[in-house]
């Protein structure tokens, strides 16, 4: 093997990243739009190209800059057991939800991902003292996401790549329910994302915590008009 090919991950914590980025996962994620259905409603945001260019802005802009730089230092967190610095990492992400349902979707998300390792860690000792500070805290769901992955084999960027493939998933669902888009543009929408997905990974990792922000104003003032729209599908 070349010396720069780089580690092939275990069979098991691939499987593992791909059931954590699964939209099956029982976490409640696909009741979410996370703002989109709302500015598909109200910002005009109508065409497979539109929803494209949204997706890819919150991906940069809100994902890349803070839930995913918070991840990348929370799977180090996890693994060294320095439960302080996952609760000051919890609390970053309860102060810095700009809305009431976003603020709510990060809790009941981690509530769900908390049960879920609860459930499927039941006498695993070595991970258990994690799952039960967790559940303590209260759990928010990037926190818990990288308490999932830390249990793996897998690099930081690896987990990032999962979290951020979950969530394009996600959110190209949203796009199909919400508007007149069939299966094959959501699939283009997908490739683009899933092209964009590695550099944002790395740029979440170059970040430190004075650089870590969650500052988007358009995306709080759709999720505020998205708590009082008159017909909505998702909860935020």
Request: net charge negative; glycine share 6%; hydrophobic share 50%.
């Amino acid at each position: 093997m070349p010396p720069d090919h780089p580690t092939p991950l275990p069979a098991a914590s691939l499987l593992q990243l791909i059931w954590l980025a699964s939209p099956a996962l029982p976490v409640g994620g696909f009741s979410y739009s996370e703002g989109l259905e709302s500015a598909i409603e109200n910002a005009g945001i109508a065409s497979e190209a539109a929803v494209a260019e949204w997706l890819l802005d919150q991906l940069h802009i809100t994902q890349a800059r803070g839930d995913m730089a918070l991840i990348a230092k929370a799977v180090g967190a996890w693994r060294r057991n320095d439960f302080a610095q996952v609760t000051a990492l919890n609390h970053w992400v309860l102060h810095t939800r700009e809305t009431s349902e976003l603020r709510l979707q990060a809790e009941q998300m981690g509530r769900s991902m908390a049960d879920w390792l609860r459930n499927q860690h039941q006498g695993d000792e070595t991970l258990m003292p994690a799952v039960r500070h967790l559940a303590a805290l209260p759990p928010t769901y990037p926190v818990a996401f990288a308490l999932a992955a830390s249990a793996t084999q897998a690099s930081v960027h690896d987990v990032l790549l999962a979290y951020a493939f979950g969530w394009a998933e996600n959110m190209v669902q949203a796009a199909l329910k919400s508007m007149q888009l069939g299966q094959s543009a959501g699939q283009r929408i997908l490739a683009r994302l899933a092209d964009a997905i590695p550099a944002a990974a790395d740029h979440a990792i170059g970040l430190t915590d004075s650089e870590r922000q969650a500052f988007s104003p358009m995306l709080a003032i759709l999720s505020s008009q998205h708590e009082v729209q008159y017909s909505r599908l998702f909860r935020s």
